[in-house]
């Protein structure tokens, strides 16, 4: 129950850390001067890049204990199991791809 | 003194309640549980040679190999089959993690009582050692050693002081009832004292609102329900009448409660019952039945039906929660019935059953 809970608070935070840190990146820039827009955008890029690798090492946690216990018995399912395991990397892709977003978005001085 | 063996086995466990690695590998395992089609050609083969040429590619490979080494006969095969069961409960267990191993152990703390009662049963029939050893399963926490230790013991009595010496959990219960033994003369009373503990303890262990804990209370309940409802039966069918049949009772059931017990031991006739228990889990399975009751007049119908119905139950819990403790308790529950299977086309070939007579007999659920 308490995986399944904290699984879903990650999933959840993710998504809307990864949606919601280019806006914060943005709203920041609107209000701020030239380098606390740098800052602003160093913060969220840190954020999103950040809470993205976590989930993705928290799912790859879990794969990766599940995949174990089925190499011990089915060390024919190996290329699955090495699939299965890589496919958490698209989560840190996207964080990864959103962190460069914010990084490159021009500053506008206010 | 081996009963710490249980308590102290080395386990490689994932700790806390990580149920991915333990379930992943069972399903593993299940994968390589015996098709039916497999168990038709088994049952057609032509001899217990054939059957193990059969089995010998299968997980069974290697138990047998080391079983035959004594020669090939319907014992030594029916040996390596036990042994294999035995193995791959301890090897479970030893892989669950602490939530896991807990609920799974509680509940084979049966296979404990069921054990126990042999060799109670065995000795006060005077048979001797090698007459039932084969009939024990070491897959809880008496491992072979104790059993064995329990198996070569004189007497009732001498059986009964070393459990009491060992201080296992069934040890106040065995020495209550042993003094009921002794008065009534009825070894019954040793058993239920054994079951009643069993029921009392497992239901104090699976206490609580976790989703595996309820799943494993669940199985206990229709255990409990199952054995009272056969008493009931019995009950009705002996017609006795100058039986306490309150004694008989054991508390922790989920549908029959002691009310309802009451009530059917009340009723007239079987039919009866069978009215009153219409509408609950158990009313369609026995309805089903109710013919071939009327036909063989065997209490054993119903039980078979009961328990056919416990199995259905556990076997389909693997395709509950893939994170539960369903999958482990699932696949035990797969495996020891594979195992009975093959247990009973060993014997049935070692004394020539007709082929429908075996097929009669296995548990296919």
Do not use: C
């Amino acid at each position: 129950m308490i995986d399944k809970r904290l699984a879903r608070w990650v999933f959840l935070s993710t998504f809307l850390v990864v949606l919601l840190s280019p806006a914060v990146a943005l709203a920041a820039e609107e209000v701020a001067g030239e380098w606390q827009s740098y800052v602003a955008k160093a913060i969220g890029a840190g954020i999103a890049m950040a809470v993205s690798a976590l989930a993705a090492g928290y799912a790859q946690a879990k794969i990766g204990s599940a995949g174990a216990g089925t190499l011990a018995e089915r060390p024919e399912a190996a290329v699955w199991v090495i699939v299965l395991q890589a496919l958490p990397e698209f989560i840190v892709l996207l964080g990864f791809v959103a962190a460069l977003l914010i990084v490159q978005m021009p500053v506008t001085p206010a | 003194m081996s009963p710490e063996v249980a308590t102290t086995r080395q386990r490689s466990a994932p700790a806390g309640g990580d149920f991915g690695y333990s379930n992943a590998r069972i399903r593993g395992m299940r994968s390589r549980l015996l098709r039916r089609d497999f168990l038709d050609t088994l049952i057609e083969g032509t001899d217990i040679k054939r059957f193990v040429q059969e089995l010998t590619d299968t997980e069974y490979g290697p138990d047998l190999e080391e079983a035959l080494i004594a020669g090939l006969s319907a014992s030594s095969v029916d040996t390596a089959l036990k042994n294999n069961m035995v193995r791959t409960f301890q090897k479970v267990l030893g892989f669950l993690n602490d939530e896991a191993e807990v609920l799974v152990t509680t509940l084979l703390g049966r296979w404990d009582v069921f054990n126990i009662k042999t060799v109670l049963r065995a000795k006060q029939m005077g048979l001797g050692h090698e007459e039932f050893v084969d009939g024990l399963l070491p897959v809880a926490s008496l491992g072979p050693v104790d059993l064995e230790a329990l198996a070569s013991l004189p007497d009732i009595k001498a059986v009964v002081d070393t459990i009491v010496t060992w201080g296992l959990p069934f040890a106040s219960a065995v020495r209550e009832g042993h003094a009921a033994f002794l008065q009534s003369g009825e070894l019954a009373e040793l058993e239920l004292a054994l079951d009643r503990y069993y029921a009392e303890w497992a239901a104090s262990r699976l206490k609580g609102r976790r989703v595996n804990t309820r799943i494993a209370r669940d199985v206990l309940q229709m255990q409990v329900d199952i054995s009272n409802l056969v008493m009931t039966l019995r009950l009705q069918k002996e017609d006795v009448e100058s039986i306490d049949a309150s004694r008989f009772f054991l508390e922790g059931g989920a549908v029959v409660t002691a009310e309802l017990y009451d009530e059917l031991v009340k009723m007239s006739d079987i039919d009866e019952v069978l009215d009153r228990l219409r509408g609950s889990r158990y009313g369609r399975v026995l309805d089903d039945v109710a013919m071939l009751y009327l036909e063989v007049n065997s209490i054993a119908v119903f039980e078979r039906a009961l328990e056919d119905l416990l199995t259905r139950r556990i076997l389909g819990l693997a395709k509950g929660d893939p994170l539960g403790v369903g999958v482990a308790i699932s696949y035990l529950w797969a495996k020891q019935n594979e195992v009975t299977n093959l247990r009973i086309i060993v014997k049935g070939k070692a004394v020539g059953m007709p082929i429908d007579r075996v097929r009669k007999e296995l548990i296919l659920v």
